[in-house]
């Protein structure tokens, strides 16, 4: 019952931040990020409304998915890519990939995508940060990156996704900022196969700050189920 509450208290949350911005009218995708949390909670999530799920381990992502039975809109996978896990993790048909942090694994992706006919929606991640320990495009180099990935035909790139700083959220504030004009920028682009749908940012400490740069879809995970254990992961 702690997870149910957890997701009604967030879901008012965000509608009275919307509504206070002028933006209520707006759908918000909230992407209930599981990665170390059982299958149960995640089925609780699920029954308390939460449709769209994220997971960062392809190899976690394999043991979750097939035991789920509620359903659900949408898996999402929100971690880093390795070039070696891209057909398995293209076997669990994600609904989105948040995180393709470069060409190389856009072209991995295409030429697997292309041997079984496919297309696959994706996020591209910008490192806004610069921080060594994310991954991401550089913000400088992120327009270059974007039209080159944009000629591959099995892609459609849906948006963008970057990580805050784990510091006190208004430290995000100003590179949240920053991804909403390369957003813009990019959607006035006109580019093939690229559709300026999604702003992904934000997680349980900072989402409020990108609420109010512009974000569109939240990433969520121990505000709704709690502090990770990483010593067992399920």
Do not use: W
Request: hydrophobic residues 40%; proline residues 3%.
């Amino acid at each position: 019952m702690k997870i149910a509450k957890n997701v009604e208290h967030i879901r008012r949350d965000i509608d009275a931040r919307l509504k206070a911005l002028g933006r209520e009218a707006e759908a918000i995708t909230l992407v209930a990020v599981t990665k170390t949390y059982p299958v149960d909670a995640i089925e609780e999530a699920l029954k308390a409304g939460i449709s769209h799920f994220g997971e960062n381990k392809v190899q976690e992502a394999m043991r979750k998915l097939p035991l789920i039975s509620v359903p659900y809109e949408g898996f999402h996978f929100i971690g880093h890519l390795q070039s070696n896990k891209i057909n398995q993790l293209l076997s669990l048909k994600p609904a989105l990939i948040h995180s393709v942090d470069s060409v190389y694994i856009a072209q991995k992706l295409h030429l697997a995508l292309g041997r079984s006919n496919r297309y696959q929606d994706i996020l591209i991640q910008v490192n806004i940060s610069e921080e060594e320990s994310k991954s991401g495009v550089s913000f400088n180099n992120a327009i270059t990156c974007i039209e080159e990935i944009s000629r591959y035909s099995t892609l459609c790139i849906r948006g963008l996704m970057t990580i805050g700083k784990l510091d006190a959220p208004e430290v995000s504030r100003p590179l949240f900022a920053k991804m909403k004009e390369l957003f813009n920028q990019v959607k006035e682009m006109d580019l093939p196969n690229v559709h300026m749908d999604y702003l992904s940012m934000g997680m349980s400490h900072d989402y409020h700050i990108a609420l109010e740069e512009g974000s569109n879809m939240l990433r969520i995970g121990s505000a709704l189920f709690g502090q990770r254990d990483y010593k067992e992961r399920r």
